[in-house]
């Protein structure tokens, strides 16, 4: 059913804990944040556009996007800078803890955080497409897909690219476990890649 958002902005990326506590995120800097009955706007601290959200708990959420923003909140209320090390466009972020996370985006541009105020600048990606998604189970088995059909897995040691055996855009992907992964792409495909680098079905 609809609901009154307040903003005719653009809205990219939903995350939340719970009914009455969830987050959106979109151009123009928007941040609103639903407490089960209504949405707020929160002050982002900018007006580049926000592409993705994902929050180790209530209490350490992280905003990603134009220019590589990378905004975090953790006290439910104000949203603060962060040292993304690139100035390439994040379009999505995920993680396991509040010490383990990775934002990816333009150019094969990907991000570590292990803590602290400063993500870390994954030299060794070996594609340049725009990555738009990524999502992983575990540290030594993170996958990032994007533009052009891009898949690469990191094995907690490198970065490699996966052969999808398709050039569709990728712009999602779920993880259950490390051989139980969906990729949707265009046309009504989708594809379960059971990670096997050689095998996959779609």
Same mark, same amino acid.
């Given at each position: 059913?609809?609901?009154?958002?307040?903003? @005719?902005?653009?809205?990219?990326?939903?995350?939340?804990?719970?009914?009455? %506590?969830?987050?959106?995120?979109?151009?123009?800097?928007?941040?609103?944040?639903?407490?089960?009955?209504?949405?707020?706007?929160?002050?982002?601290?900018?007006? $580049?556009?926000?592409?993705?959200?994902?929050?180790?708990?209530?209490?350490?959420?992280?905003?990603?996007?134009?220019?590589?923003?990378? $905004?975090?909140?953790?006290?439910?209320? %104000?949203?603060?800078?962060?040292?993304?090390?690139?100035?390439?466009?994040? $379009?999505?972020?995920?993680?396991?803890?509040?010490?383990?996370?990775?934002?990816?985006?333009?150019?094969?541009?990907?991000?570590?955080?292990?803590?602290?105020?400063?993500?870390?600048?994954?030299?060794?990606?070996?594609?340049?497409?725009?990555?738009?998604?990524?999502?992983?189970?575990?540290?030594?088995?993170?996958?990032?897909?994007?533009? %052009?059909?891009?898949?690469?897995?990191?094995?907690? @040691?490198?970065?490699?690219?996966?052969?999808?055996?398709?050039?569709?855009?990728?712009?999602?992907? $779920?993880?259950?476990?490390?051989?139980?992964?969906?990729?949707?792409?265009?046309?009504?495909?989708?594809?379960?890649?059971?990670?096997?680098? %050689?095998?996959?079905?779609?």
């Amino acid at each position: 059913s609809p609901m009154t958002s307040g903003t @005719s902005e653009n809205l990219e990326s939903v995350w939340g804990t719970s009914g009455s %506590n969830v987050y959106t995120v979109g151009t123009n800097g928007t941040i609103l944040h639903y407490n089960g009955s209504s949405w707020s706007p929160m002050d982002s601290g900018t007006t $580049r556009n926000l592409n993705g959200i994902w929050g180790a708990s209530a209490n350490l959420i992280f905003v990603v996007g134009e220019q590589g923003k990378i $905004r975090y909140c953790y006290d439910s209320v %104000n949203w603060y800078p962060m040292n993304s090390n690139t100035y390439s466009e994040l $379009r999505a972020v995920w993680g396991t803890s509040e010490t383990d996370a990775y934002a990816v985006g333009d150019g094969g541009d990907i991000v570590h955080y292990e803590g602290g105020t400063t993500w870390i600048l994954m030299t060794e990606c070996p594609v340049s497409d725009d990555l738009k998604t990524v999502h992983y189970t575990s540290a030594d088995n993170v996958y990032a897909a994007g533009d %052009n059909g891009a898949l690469v897995h990191f094995d907690g @040691s490198e970065w490699q690219q996966v052969n999808l055996k398709s050039s569709d855009d990728i712009n999602a992907m $779920r993880m259950f476990s490390a051989t139980e992964i969906f990729i949707p792409e265009n046309k009504g495909i989708i594809c379960q890649f059971n990670g096997d680098t %050689n095998n996959h079905s779609s």
